[in-house]
């Protein structure tokens, strides 16, 4: 039983800035550029923004490893595994060679197998959101929710606040400049028709 977000995320390895690992001063400095007054800009808020940043990440990060299906790679290793322990026999020279590890070899391609069928099973069927346009959107909403200006423009503010905010989480992670207000505009549209418009921060 995974007990919070945060063993969950030990599962697939992976390291995720934690709330508190967030640089704090830069993003008080992000949401008093998006038109938080300064005087309203504490530690709660920016603890909040955090937090709403951070989870927005997690989704990210879960949903791609959830959509991916299995990997190629493993597909064909529980193939090749499957196709050569079909044929195994200790008569030739690779049975032979191996034969005390046809056990450890038969388990492997078990597990591959049941890895495989599970990551498939979870992976989504039919068409999905991208899952750094539902990401992008989290932080828009953000930005909305913290008092953002109204308006939505290729390299406007809201691009500025979701390009800044990104950098502190991922900032390898390619911003488009040019269609991001048509990205974001039909990502609302479909949330708002699924009734999923955050605005509890």
Request: with cysteine; aromatic share 10%; proline share 4%.
């Amino acid at each position: 039983m995974i007990n919070s977000k945060y063993e969950e995320l030990a599962r697939f390895g992976e390291l995720f800035p934690a709330p508190d690992e967030i640089d704090r001063e830069r993003l008080r400095a992000i949401l008093v550029a998006a038109g938080v007054p300064v005087m309203l800009v504490g530690e709660e808020v920016v603890d909040g923004a955090a937090s709403w940043l951070y989870d927005a990440w997690i989704r990210y990060r879960a949903y791609k490893q959830r959509t991916a299906g299995p990997s190629r790679e493993l597909r064909e290793l529980n193939r090749s595994l499957m196709r050569w322990l079909e044929k195994y026999t200790d008569n030739d020279r690779e049975g032979y060679l191996l034969r005390d590890e046809r056990d450890a070899l038969v388990q492997l391609a078990n597990e591959t197998g049941e890895v495989a069928a599970f990551l498939e099973h979870r992976k989504p069927r039919g068409k999905k959101e991208h899952p750094k346009t539902t990401f992008l959107t989290d932080i828009y909403y953000l930005y909305i929710a913290v008092g953002g200006r109204v308006g939505l423009s290729d390299e406007g503010p809201a691009h500025c606040f979701v390009v800044k905010c990104t950098e502190l989480v991922d900032p390898k992670m390619l911003i488009p400049k040019t269609g991001f207000r048509q990205l974001i505009q039909a990502a609302t549209k479909r949330r708002e028709k699924r009734g999923g418009h955050r605005d509890d921060f």
